[in-house]
């Protein structure tokens, strides 16, 4: 109950902010942006599109990967409008394909430049049953699949970078509260629901790929230390915001869903403040492994606290990633 008027209060926590906070608010503090690179995917809208805006407004360098071209356009164009000079580069990437993926890290690895920062923001929810070109269930291809992917083929870069800068190289995983709403074993569920022996729950698929991030989180800084790369990973719940991600299901009863949790909702600002204060903020230096919301530390599932998992899921995904080059 605390908790929820704290919220509801946009309370500030420990970190100095809370759950009213933009994302240019926690920034405000940053150093100076200007020498570091950062990818962010989903950038064309949203969340993504402010978490762009903002750190291009801090001065980095923004690479923004892109499945439309003309949406990757239209958000280069607003933001370098605003702030002109913005140094903004457009690559094409389609996450639920793990050939586009490569493609990606190819391209930009060829540019030559550093990278500091990878925010995996892009987010899918699909409302009826789909496989990728892979083969596998899309909203976990593209919400978690292609991301573990862009960042196992990204880490060494990030490690290159941070060594040589001496800049923290920072990965931020956009994940959900929505993760709590799956239990159980992962890889089983994601094989029933692939293989269609179950039926599929749209819901329980997009809470978990979000499951999936977190524990993806847990993985991905053990694995960080033992390289020992001067590179983090966290992961964020943004909060509860309307985006094209649900207004793709337009309706009567989602609007009143909408209606009735509308003082829960954030703005896009405020929902872009956790991840632009896990990316930027100097508060977080160092700290690795951890799940924010509100711009503050917090606690997940404790589905998403097995390391057991984690270093499972971790293996499974290589499997994958690794049989799909293959073929």
């Known amino acids: 109950m605390l908790e929820t008027a704290r919220y509801l209060l946009g309370s500030p926590g420990s970190s100095g902010f809370g759950s009213k906070s933009t994302a240019e608010e926690v920034t405000e503090a940053s ?5 570091i690179t950062a990818i962010i995917t989903g950038a064309t809208s949203g969340i993504g599109a402010e978490t762009a805006r903002v750190l291009a407004m801090r001065g980095a360098r923004l690479v923004i990967p892109a499945r439309s071209v003309k949406a990757g356009q239209e958000v280069k164009d607003r933001i370098t409008g605003e702030f002109p000079g913005s140094k903004i580069i457009l ?3 389609d996450l639920s394909s793990l050939s586009s993926v ?4 190819d391209e930009f690895l060829s540019l030559r430049l550093p990278l500091n920062l990878l925010i995996n923001n892009a987010g899918k929810y699909s409302h009826n049953y789909a496989l990728s070109e892979d083969g596998i269930e899309m909203t976990f291809a593209t919400n978690y699949l292609g991301h573990f992917l ?3 083929l990204l880490m060494e870069t990030m490690a290159e970078t941070a060594l040589r800068t001496g800049i923290e190289g920072r990965i931020i995983n956009v994940s959900s509260g929505i993760h709590t709403w799956f239990s159980g074993d992962c890889l089983r569920y994601l094989d029933l629901v692939t293989s269609k022996k179950i039926s599929y729950d749209a819901t329980l698929a997009y809470a978990l790929s979000k499951l999936a991030i977190v524990l993806h989180t847990m993985a991905l800084a053990e694995k960080l230390k033992e390289m020992g790369a001067n ?8 909060g509860i915001v309307r985006t094209r991600l649900t207004r793709d299901r337009e309706g009567f009863l989602t609007d009143l869903a909408f209606f009735m949790a509308s003082r829960l909702l954030k703005t896009i600002p405020q929902a872009a403040a956790t991840a632009c204060y896990a990316a930027a903020n100097p508060l977080v230096a160092g700290v690795t492994g951890k799940y924010f919301a509100d711009c503050n530390l917090a606690s997940p599932s404790p589905a998403a606290g097995c390391r057991r998992e984690a270093s499972q899921l971790w293996s499974a995904s290589e499997a994958m990633t690794a049989e799909m080059e293959k073929s």
């Open 150 to 152: 862009l960042t196992k």
């Open 31 to 35: 150093p100076d942006l200007g020498t």
């Open 102 to 105: 490569r493609s990606f890290v």
């Open 91 to 93: 690559l094409p990437l």
């Open 231 to 238: 590179v983090t990973a966290n992961c964020v719940h943004p």
